[in-house]
Nanobody, 115 residues
Framework: QVQLVESGGGLVQAGGSLRLSCAASERIFSIVYTRWYRQAPGKQRELVASITSSSSTNYADSVKGRFTISRDNAKNTVYLQMNSLKPEDTAIYYC?????????WGQGTQVTVSS
């Protein structure tokens, strides 16, 4: 069973940067897209960024120009570079991989941005 492990979260001051990683335990075939979601306390999970198999990317309006999603196929890893962080970016961040047969979720990594 494929496992996704997120890392890179932590506590950072407003204006700072973090890079999240989502590493798969093995190569995943037939990926349609990979997404980063986040969920803040008391709020619904929201889509943050998405990258397709052809490397097309999309971002939530709230993070456009500040976050960048990328991937390293050789390392089976997807990244989320987060710059100019704001307190409202505080949440648990999850990665999700969608293939033609399955969906995989990571366990999440906490990001806390202090003002």
């Amino acid at each position: 069973q494929v496992q996704l492990v997120e890392s890179g979260g932590g506590l950072v001051q407003a204006g700072g940067s973090l890079r999240l990683s989502c590493a798969a335990s093995e190569r995943i075939f037939s990926i349609v897209y990979t997404r980063w979601y986040r969920q803040a306390p008391g709020k619904q999970r929201e889509l943050v960024a998405s990258i397709t198999s052809s490397s097309s990317t999309n971002y939530a309006d709230s993070v456009k120009g500040r976050f960048t999603i990328s991937r390293d196929n050789a390392k089976n890893t997807v990244y989320l570079q987060m710059n100019s962080l704001k307190p409202e970016d505080t949440a648990i961040y999850y990665c999700m991989v969608v293939t033609i047969l399955n969906n995989y979720w990571g366990q999440g990594t906490q990001v806390t941005v202090s003002s």
